[in-house]
């Protein structure tokens, strides 16, 4: 079968080689363990407090080679701004192919290959990515921690995804984000491509990844966060990390199971069989972590949002309270959601009534905290529209509008008419695009001294850059959302005459969203190789006055 | 912060996005392909993707196809059904599951009365298969290449060479804004 002799060679030998690679690190790079040549365990307090608030982390590459919480967010960081250009050229290859109605550069296959590489680097690998940076980046300040313990396991997590990654990479799966058996399982080009395997296990390693770091998150914020901040008044970004990384608790281990089985299929096919009834069994297994896992992508950037937004309306968030309660309800009813994408798939009608109702219901907490963030604009006596605060606006703006359009989505009657249709990407990208890129963008901009050690962005470049990142999402959700609800199909490689339209005018969105992109990396490069000439500090993580 | 890393950081960017890209868009698998024959004829083939058969409307809903050497097959697969279909032709008398035996895979896309042309000329004589990989017990059927081969090609029954995207040609056709299928095709 498509387990070939050469198959395994190939496998033994890349995996050889990755582990002749690791350890070759760890003893050769072992020296550098931390920042004070000593494994950070036997610091003193003072010396792991000096450790964590003096000396800011910045970008570089010696990161990769120190275990504390710092570096090994801004290992994450490096690694998911990589990955974030890797998908977001396929998505643009793949929005600029569409611009006529044939299938024109790219083969329906190529396009297959994109399309799943850049669903799951996306999701996998920039999300996630970010989310893992941010947790450790800031939590260790946010919370004062007394102790930064653990390095090796943290360090360990980050190879395994790095390493998932890459095999995401490298299958050329063209099974889509769902992995949907038996199309998984087929090994063959019109198959879920050869390699397609490979994906399951570069995803898994991930979700390994991703579920210990979060039982580390909440140790930082349970257990070694400083007894100087008692439990009433630990920080909204705090309270994000912690629903997120309560819903991948609950949630990952699952997937990971459904991918075991999925890998044990290919040998011996008895658990998702057509025969047994159970491939809708994976599909619900799958979904059970793919809802929480979208909701994963965005609490931390609400968090963020809740911490950068007082900052520059100059007062306190309007109400702490509602804020965290909107935040532990988030984790609670995204966990209960996930029917709403299998509405087509015959769950019965009392399910899907049942998941539409939930769905509905997550507009409660979505909206506490949206109507937060317009109370405490509304208090505020001057806004300062600097990016980072442009960013956020822009990213609640898109929220507002993704999120209802989710609410649409989860009508069970009129999901029948734009499942499948470009309506869901538009709703996705909306929230991806202005949330989780858009706030991460945002918070880079706000971090910039501490991470390039006293440079400043330039500005008007910065605000080019926010102008396209706005403008291009508008465009390529906007006109997906119309061609959606007129029929568009979505995941295809060539469509309808009737729909060149909408597609054209998104390929344009794209382009420019991919401007705008290459604009922050070129202003990022630039600035940062000027001389140093302001303070380190940044407003998250120290007390100071923005401008 | 180092002065480099900044620029170290762009061009890992650039480097890592353009090289994935490019990996993205070689041939898929790797897999080895055949090489096409040279031809100074064509023939129309024909075909419905229907999963009842490519000829699903006839007493033989499978045909045998007898062609000749140094032909261009200009397969016309038109939609019928609906349903994912491929047009997938190995070389031997059996379908196969082995992506090394197959000489052409092409997808067709599921927009009913869609046409995709898929032109392939043999190198070699000798007997093959041509089959849907989701429909293989329904739509399979076999097709002779008779002739016999110049005197410079291999033994084998067909030749071997590295994969090149342009080894078979695809066309797109949809029905709606470029081509339908003749009415009469459609009903069959
Ligand atoms: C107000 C809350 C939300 C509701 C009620 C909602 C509802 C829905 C529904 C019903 C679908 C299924 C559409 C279909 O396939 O027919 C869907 C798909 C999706 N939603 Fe949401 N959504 C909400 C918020 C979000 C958020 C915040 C994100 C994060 C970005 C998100 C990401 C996604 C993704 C990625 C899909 C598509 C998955 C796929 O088929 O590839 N949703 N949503
Ligand atoms: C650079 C900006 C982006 C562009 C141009 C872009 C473009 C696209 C395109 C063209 C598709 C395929 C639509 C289809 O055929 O169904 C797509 C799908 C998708 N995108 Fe994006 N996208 C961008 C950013 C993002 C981001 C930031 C995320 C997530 C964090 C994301 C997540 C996804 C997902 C999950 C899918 C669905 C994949 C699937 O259906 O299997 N995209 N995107
Ligand atoms: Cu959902």
Same mark, same amino acid.
């Given at each position: 079968?498509?387990?070939?002799?050469?198959?395994?060679?190939?496998?033994?030998?890349?995996?050889?080689?990755?582990?002749?690679?690791?350890?070759?690190?760890?003893?050769?790079?072992?020296?550098?363990?931390?920042?004070?040549?000593?494994?950070?365990?036997?610091?003193?307090?003072?010396?792991?407090?000096?450790?964590?608030?003096?000396?800011?982390?910045?970008?570089?590459?010696?990161?990769?080679?120190?275990?504390?919480?710092?570096?090994?967010?801004?290992?994450?960081?490096?690694?998911?701004i990589v990955l974030f250009f890797i998908g977001g050229l396929a998505g643009i290859g793949m929005r600029i192919s569409l611009w006529f109605p044939n299938p024109s550069f790219l083969t329906p296959i190529q396009y297959n290959i994109l399309l799943t590489a850049h669903g799951n680097i996306?999701?996998?690998?920039?999300?996630?990515?970010?989310?893992?940076?941010?947790?450790?980046?800031?939590?260790?300040?946010?919370?004062?921690?007394?102790?930064?313990?653990?390095?090796?396991?943290?360090?360990i997590m980050f190879w395994l995804f790095l390493i998932g990654s890459l095999f995401i990479i490298f299958s050329k799966s063209t099974a889509t984000w769902y992995f949907y058996y038996p199309l998984v399982d087929q090994l063959t080009e019109a198959g879920g491509g050869t390699y397609s395997f490979a994906t399951l296990i570069g995803v898994t390693l991930i979700l390994l990844a991703v579920t210990v770091s979060s039982v580390i998150f909440l140790k930082m914020v349970f257990l070694d966060r400083s007894k100087s901040i008692p439990l009433?008044?630990?920080?909204?970004?705090?309270?994000?990390?912690?629903?997120?990384?309560?819903?991948?608790?609950?949630?990952?281990?699952?997937?990971?199971?459904?991918?075991?089985?999925?890998?044990y299929d290919l040998i011996?096919?008895?658990?998702?069989?057509?025969?047994?009834?159970?491939?809708?069994?994976?599909?619900?297994?799958?979904?059970?972590?793919?809802?929480?896992?979208?909701?994963?992508?965005i609490l931390p950037a609400f968090g963020l949002i809740y911490e950068m937004l007082p900052k520059y309306a100059g007062v306190p968030i309007y109400s702490y309270r509602a804020g965290v309660f909107s935040l532990l309800l988030l984790m609670i009813f995204s966990a209960v959601v996930w029917g709403h994408h299998l509405f087509n798939s015959g769950l019965g009608t009392i399910w899907d009534l049942l998941f539409s109702t939930t769905s509905f219901l997550v507009v409660i907490p979505s909206a506490m905290s949206v109507f937060n963030w317009i109370a405490t604009l509304w208090s505020a006596k001057s806004i300062k529209l600097t990016v980072p605060m442009l960013f956020v606006l822009n990213g609640i703006v898109d929220f507002v509008i993704g999120g209802i359009l989710g609410v649409y989505l989860a009508d069970v009657g009129l999901n029948a008419f734009i499942h499948g249709t470009y309506a869901v990407t538009s709703h996705f990208h909306w929230i991806f695009i202005g949330l989780t890129a858009g706030i991460g963008f945002g918070a880079i901009y706000i971090l910039f001294p501490?991470?390039?050690?006293?440079?400043?962005y330039n500005v008007p470049m910065a605000k080019v850059h926010f102008y396209l990142n706005s403008v291009g999402t508008i465009m390529m959700s906007g006109f997906w959302l119309?061609?959606?609800?007129?029929?568009?199909?979505?995941?295809?490689?060539?469509?309808?005459?009737?729909?060149?339209?909408?597609q054209d005018a998104a390929a344009v969105g794209g382009v420019i969203l991919g401007i705008g992109f290459l604009i922050f990396l070129i202003n990022f490069a630039y600035s940062a190789y000027l001389p140093a000439k302001v303070d380190v500090r940044n407003p998250i993580e120290d007390e100071v006055q923005v401008t | 912060m180092n002065k480099a890393t900044p620029i170290v950081l762009l061009v890992l960017v650039l480097i890592a996005a353009g090289a994935s890209f490019g990996w993205f868009l070689i041939s898929p698998g790797g897999a080895v392909s055949y090489q096409q024959g040279t031809y100074n004829s064509s023939q129309v083939i024909v075909l419905y993707a229907n999963a009842q058969g490519w000829n699903y409307n006839s007493s033989n809903p499978n045909p045998t196809l007898n062609e000749k050497l140094h032909t261009l097959l200009e397969f016309k697969v038109i939609e019928q059904d609906g349903l994912p279909h491929t047009l997938t032709i190995a070389a031997g008398p059996n379908e196969t599951t082995d992506t090394s035996n197959w000489i052409v895979?092409?997808?067709? #896309?599921? %927009?009913?009365?869609?046409?995709?042309? !898929? @032109?392939?000329?043999?190198?070699?004589?000798?007997?093959?298969?041509?089959?849907?990989?989701?429909? #293989?017990? %329904?739509?399979?059927?076999?097709?002779? !290449? @008779?002739?016999?081969?110049?005197?410079t090609s291999n033994e084998s029954a067909v030749q071997f060479s590295v994969h090149d995207s342009s080894n078979f040609d695809v066309h797109y056709q949809n029905s709606v804004t470029y081509e339908t299928a003749d009415y009469n095709e459609q009903v069959r």
């Amino acid at each position: 079968m498509g387990f070939s002799f050469e198959l395994m060679v190939f496998g033994s030998t890349i995996a050889a080689l990755i582990t002749m690679a690791f350890l070759l690190y760890y003893f050769t790079a072992d020296y550098k363990r931390n920042l004070l040549g000593e494994s950070a365990s036997s610091l003193t307090k003072e010396q792991s407090n000096l450790l964590l608030t003096k000396m800011r982390r910045e970008i570089s590459f010696s990161a990769f080679f120190m275990d504390d919480s710092k570096s090994i967010g801004v290992r994450y960081l490096i690694t998911s701004i990589v990955l974030f250009f890797i998908g977001g050229l396929a998505g643009i290859g793949m929005r600029i192919s569409l611009w006529f109605p044939n299938p024109s550069f790219l083969t329906p296959i190529q396009y297959n290959i994109l399309l799943t590489a850049h669903g799951n680097i996306m999701l996998y690998g920039f999300a996630i990515g970010m989310i893992l940076a941010f947790g450790y980046y800031l939590l260790p300040s946010a919370n004062k921690i007394e102790k930064d313990t653990l390095g090796v396991v943290k360090s360990i997590m980050f190879w395994l995804f790095l390493i998932g990654s890459l095999f995401i990479i490298f299958s050329k799966s063209t099974a889509t984000w769902y992995f949907y058996y038996p199309l998984v399982d087929q090994l063959t080009e019109a198959g879920g491509g050869t390699y397609s395997f490979a994906t399951l296990i570069g995803v898994t390693l991930i979700l390994l990844a991703v579920t210990v770091s979060s039982v580390i998150f909440l140790k930082m914020v349970f257990l070694d966060r400083s007894k100087s901040i008692p439990l009433s008044k630990i920080s909204m970004f705090s309270w994000s990390i912690v629903s997120t990384a309560v819903l991948v608790l609950t949630s990952a281990p699952v997937s990971m199971i459904a991918n075991g089985y999925l890998i044990y299929d290919l040998i011996n096919p008895i658990f998702f069989q057509a025969a047994n009834g159970q491939v809708l069994g994976y599909a619900i297994m799958f979904w059970f972590w793919g809802h929480p896992l979208v909701y994963i992508a965005i609490l931390p950037a609400f968090g963020l949002i809740y911490e950068m937004l007082p900052k520059y309306a100059g007062v306190p968030i309007y109400s702490y309270r509602a804020g965290v309660f909107s935040l532990l309800l988030l984790m609670i009813f995204s966990a209960v959601v996930w029917g709403h994408h299998l509405f087509n798939s015959g769950l019965g009608t009392i399910w899907d009534l049942l998941f539409s109702t939930t769905s509905f219901l997550v507009v409660i907490p979505s909206a506490m905290s949206v109507f937060n963030w317009i109370a405490t604009l509304w208090s505020a006596k001057s806004i300062k529209l600097t990016v980072p605060m442009l960013f956020v606006l822009n990213g609640i703006v898109d929220f507002v509008i993704g999120g209802i359009l989710g609410v649409y989505l989860a009508d069970v009657g009129l999901n029948a008419f734009i499942h499948g249709t470009y309506a869901v990407t538009s709703h996705f990208h909306w929230i991806f695009i202005g949330l989780t890129a858009g706030i991460g963008f945002g918070a880079i901009y706000i971090l910039f001294p501490t991470l390039t050690g006293g440079r400043t962005y330039n500005v008007p470049m910065a605000k080019v850059h926010f102008y396209l990142n706005s403008v291009g999402t508008i465009m390529m959700s906007g006109f997906w959302l119309v061609g959606g609800f007129a029929g568009m199909p979505r995941r295809v490689a060539g469509y309808f005459g009737i729909f060149q339209t909408y597609q054209d005018a998104a390929a344009v969105g794209g382009v420019i969203l991919g401007i705008g992109f290459l604009i922050f990396l070129i202003n990022f490069a630039y600035s940062a190789y000027l001389p140093a000439k302001v303070d380190v500090r940044n407003p998250i993580e120290d007390e100071v006055q923005v401008t | 912060m180092n002065k480099a890393t900044p620029i170290v950081l762009l061009v890992l960017v650039l480097i890592a996005a353009g090289a994935s890209f490019g990996w993205f868009l070689i041939s898929p698998g790797g897999a080895v392909s055949y090489q096409q024959g040279t031809y100074n004829s064509s023939q129309v083939i024909v075909l419905y993707a229907n999963a009842q058969g490519w000829n699903y409307n006839s007493s033989n809903p499978n045909p045998t196809l007898n062609e000749k050497l140094h032909t261009l097959l200009e397969f016309k697969v038109i939609e019928q059904d609906g349903l994912p279909h491929t047009l997938t032709i190995a070389a031997g008398p059996n379908e196969t599951t082995d992506t090394s035996n197959w000489i052409v895979n092409v997808p067709i #896309p599921t %927009t009913v009365g869609s046409v995709t042309w !898929v @032109n392939w000329s043999f190198a070699n004589p000798g007997l093959y298969t041509y089959w849907c990989t989701v429909h #293989p017990y %329904t739509m399979v059927g076999k097709l002779y !290449v @008779n002739g016999t081969a110049n005197s410079t090609s291999n033994e084998s029954a067909v030749q071997f060479s590295v994969h090149d995207s342009s080894n078979f040609d695809v066309h797109y056709q949809n029905s709606v804004t470029y081509e339908t299928a003749d009415y009469n095709e459609q009903v069959r």
